[in-house]
Structures are given as C-alpha cells and as structure tokens.
C-alpha cells in the first residue's frame, strides 16, 4: 500500500504543487513549491495562534479578539486553499485506492478514473516560432510550462550549436488536463524548415520504466530508421527518436534517465 501511495504521489505530468488526498479530503504537497506554501501557512498560523493566546491573557473580555487576530486566519487559510486550488489537482472525497489501481483521482466532473501506465502527446516541429505558437497554446488551454530547454542551454563541444539556432526552443511542454500534454520544439537550420502542411509532429509515448522503453523503442523501430538512440536526454529523461518503417515519427521517453544496461 505503501508504495502504491508514492507511485501515486511521483505520478505528477503536470508538476502540480498539490495532489488530492487518497485518504479522506484535502491535498498533499508534492513538489518543492507546495511544500514550501504549506509551511508558509503553517508557520504563519502559528504565528497568529501566538499572538491570541498573548492577546487573550493580556485582555481576555477584550470583543476586539476575533476581529484583530481571527479574522487574520480565515483570509489566510482562504489565501491557501485559494493557492491549492489553483496550482492542485481537485480534491475529491476518497479512501485509499482502488482495487487494482496504482493511481486513484477523480475528472473535475468527479467521475472516477485512472492515470494510464502509457500516453501518448502529441509533438509538433516549428519553424523557429515554438515559442510563439505555445504561448498562443497557453492563453487557450491555460497551464503553464513545466519544461522549456533552448539550444543554446546544451551547447558545448559535443553539440555545437550555430548562433541563429541559439534560442530556439528544443523542447517545450504545456500540460493539459490530466495526463496529457502539447509538445513542440523548433527545427534547427541545418535539418532544413519542415512543410507546414505535413511531416510537422511526431507521436510522444511516455512510459514509467526504462525497460518499457525499450521494448517499445525496439519494436515499433523495427525496419525502420532510428535518429536518436536510447539514452539520457538534456532535460533529463530517458529518450529516443525514430521513424518506424511507415515513415511516421515517434519520440520514446520514460522518466528514468538512463537505458537498462546490457
């Protein structure tokens, strides 16, 4: 059950700042800025509970109490559950997971579902306008960016990178509802401008295991062109690129950084 829970609590595509419980209602930090809200609003409570207790002893019949010092808390916890609700998942009322699920949520309707092993996003080439087009993307899905890697921020020996290249987008990602995401990146020059009418996008599988990866980089790969091999990508994730042999595009990747050892 344990790990069941911390599989739920990882499984964060959105990089929300808060899940929903899976014991009860409410949320459960899990990235560093949900922690670092929730011990805000714990240490200002306190702070606030202090100053009461000082208050009442000093003028305990004093009518003044509620307005001075609990009137301060409510807009405070209203500020947090504001927060959460902005930058977390829905809460929901549920205790424990599911029979046969590794992770338990609710649509924002409130119909039960499941977060799948697999998806799949999909992956659009630009003409150097990546980020413009996200950003249009953005103001129309809402979210924000949980990842944007330019060029120029993995240039080096290895990987030289021309100067009208040096602020293109390599990789760019908006989450949009659950576990889906847009993906996009800009085509450097010296691979030539892509139609706009075809050959733009490639089809993104995310898994959650390395082996997985490989399985299917091995299998859809097969008879067909690998342009990446597996391996660490620069934003830090298990990566790889090819056209299967029908010509379609298809990027593999998986959150653990590197392949299994041979």
């Given at each position: 059950?344990f790990k069941k829970h911390i599989e739920y609590l990882r499984d964060n595509p959105q990089q929300r700042w808060f899940k929903r419980k899976i014991w009860g209602?409410?949320?459960?930090?899990?990235?560093?800025?949900?922690?670092?809200?929730?011990?805000?609003?714990?240490?200002?409570?306190?702070?606030?509970?202090?100053?009461?207790?000082?208050?009442?002893?000093?003028?305990?019949?004093?009518?003044?109490?509620?307005?001075?010092?609990?009137?301060?808390?409510?807009?405070?916890?209203?500020?947090?559950?504001?927060?959460?609700?902005?930058?977390?998942?829905?809460?929901?009322?549920?205790?424990?997971?599911?029979?046969?699920?590794?992770?338990?949520?609710?649509?924002?309707?409130?119909?039960?579902?499941?977060?799948?092993?697999?998806?799949?996003?999909?992956?659009?080439?630009?003409?150097?306008?990546?980020?413009?087009?996200?950003?249009?993307?953005?103001?129309?899905?809402?979210?924000?960016?949980?990842?944007?890697?330019?060029?120029?921020?993995?240039?080096?020996?290895?990987?030289?990178?021309?100067?009208?290249?040096?602020?293109?987008?390599?990789?760019?990602?908006?989450?949009?509802?659950?576990?889906?995401?847009?993906?996009?990146?800009?085509?450097?020059?010296?691979?030539?401008?892509?139609?706009?009418?075809?050959?733009?996008?490639?089809?993104?599988?995310?898994?959650?295991?390395?082996?997985?990866?490989?399985?299917?980089?091995?299998?859809?790969?097969?008879g067909g062109q690998v342009e990446v091999p597996l391996g660490e990508s620069a934003w830090g994730t298990c990566f790889s690129m090819f056209r299967d042999k029908?010509?379609?595009?298809?990027?593999?990747?998986?959150?653990?950084?590197?392949?299994?050892?041979?």
């Amino acid at each position: 059950m344990f790990k069941k829970h911390i599989e739920y609590l990882r499984d964060n595509p959105q990089q929300r700042w808060f899940k929903r419980k899976i014991w009860g209602w409410g949320w459960v930090p899990v990235t560093w800025q949900g922690w670092l809200t929730t011990l805000a609003y714990a240490a200002l409570a306190s702070f606030l509970a202090l100053m009461r207790e000082e208050s009442i002893a000093g003028d305990p019949d004093s009518g003044s109490n509620f307005l001075v010092l609990g009137l301060p808390f409510i807009l405070l916890t209203a500020a947090f559950v504001s927060i959460a609700y902005w930058k977390g998942e829905r809460p929901a009322w549920q205790w424990g997971l599911q029979s046969g699920e590794n992770r338990a949520g609710r649509t924002e309707s409130g119909t039960r579902y499941t977060f799948p092993m697999t998806t799949i996003s999909p992956w659009i080439n630009f003409n150097g306008n990546a980020e413009e087009a996200f950003t249009f993307y953005k103001s129309v899905f809402g979210g924000e960016f949980t990842n944007m890697v330019r060029f120029k921020d993995v240039a080096g020996p290895e990987l030289p990178v021309a100067e009208d290249d040096a602020d293109k987008l390599m990789q760019i990602v908006l989450p949009i509802s659950g576990s889906n995401a847009l993906i996009g990146n800009d085509v450097p020059a010296f691979m030539g401008a892509v139609s706009e009418n075809e050959n733009r996008s490639k089809i993104r599988v995310l898994v959650e295991s390395k082996e997985e990866a490989e399985r299917i980089c091995n299998g859809l790969s097969a008879g067909g062109q690998v342009e990446v091999p597996l391996g660490e990508s620069a934003w830090g994730t298990c990566f790889s690129m090819f056209r299967d042999k029908y010509g379609i595009e298809w990027v593999v990747e998986s959150s653990a950084a590197r392949p299994a050892e041979a």
